[in-house]
């Protein structure tokens, strides 16, 4: 029996919108109409989650935090916590984009944990793994982004895991994209880690890429056998934009 993953597709607003912006992007989505053949996600700063989970219902798409915090509650001044992000309409969350581990520290064990906080509360995962272009260009990539996923594969059974994105950090928000097969190449290398830790899991686990995905480069990408998906930047401010990407998504 051959295995199927539905594709996801999933926005990454960053710190950017407004209440106003919500309603303009949500008005625009459900005119648009549900995509057909993948599952869609929206993931927002998480000031606007509530207001945009309202705005949701019935459109199908579901709502993610950007991150979350590795503790469940307590004394961590600024943080937000797995079930806080459920309580408000989440059920996805990113863990480990490059920009929390470049900017704000995160290191692969915090990265780790946080994810286990999240699959342990019932939010499904999007772990971020990439490499910055030094490692790339040193012939590290492969190194790169296995210690970063053994950190979490170390902490999280990977059947808990809601996917993996792929986002080489040269290429986020540069509007320089993997070619299909240098972005296919790294999640071969992804799913056969994971299946040294459980073959059916890693069957079933959709990998995304990220990276200046846009209506012109989504379908190449998803030709692609591993390639199960998108995490979309820049180009998921535009809920049009956001739509054509979802709609290039074969059938599988
Ligand atoms: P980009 O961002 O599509 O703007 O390159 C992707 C991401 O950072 O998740």
């Given at each position: ?5 539905t594709p996801?597709?999933?926005a ?5 919108g ?7 992007w949500?008005s625009?989505?459900t ?6 053949s993948c599952?869609?996600?929206l993931?927002a700063?998480n000031?606007y ?18 991150d979350v915090?590795?503790f ?19 059920e ?5 984009h490059?920009?929390?581990?470049q900017?704000?520290?995160d290191?692969?064990e ?8 999240a ?12 490499e910055?272009?030094?490692a ?11 210690s ?9 059974a990977?059947?808990?895991?809601g ?5 080489p ?7 320089r994209t993997?070619?299909?097969e240098t ?14 830790s ?12 990220g ?6 480069n ?13 995490l979309v930047g820049?180009?998921?401010?535009q ?11 074969p059938n599988r």
């Amino acid at each position: 029996m051959t295995l199927v993953r539905t594709p996801i597709i999933a926005a990454n607003w960053k710190m950017n919108g407004s209440l106003d912006s919500c309603r303009v992007w949500m008005s625009a989505w459900t005119q648009l109409g549900r995509p057909s053949s993948c599952r869609t996600v929206l993931c927002a700063p998480n000031i606007y989650l509530s207001t945009l989970a309202a705005l949701a219902r019935g459109t199908g798409i579901a709502l993610g935090g950007e991150d979350v915090s590795e503790f469940s509650g307590g004394a961590y001044t600024g943080e937000t916590s797995a079930s806080m992000l459920l309580d408000v309409g989440a059920e996805w969350v990113i863990v480990g984009h490059s920009e929390r581990r470049q900017l704000f520290g995160d290191t692969n064990e915090r990265v780790a944990k946080k994810a286990l906080a999240a699959a342990e509360a019932g939010l499904k995962t999007i772990v971020c793994v990439g490499e910055p272009l030094e490692a790339r260009e040193a012939g590290r990539t492969e190194n790169v982004i296995l210690s970063q996923l053994d950190a979490v594969l170390q902490t999280v059974a990977p059947a808990s895991l809601g996917a993996i994105a792929y986002e080489p950090v040269w290429a986020i928000g540069t509007g320089r994209t993997a070619s299909p097969e240098t972005a296919q190449a790294v999640h071969e290398v992804i799913r056969a880690r994971v299946a040294e830790s459980d073959p059916a899991a890693a069957a079933a686990l959709p990998i995304l890429y990220g990276g200046s995905v846009k209506p012109s480069n989504a379908a190449g990408l998803f030709a692609m056998p591993d390639i199960d998906g998108a995490l979309v930047g820049g180009a998921a401010l535009q809920a049009e934009d956001f739509h054509a990407i979802a709609q290039a998504c074969p059938n599988r």
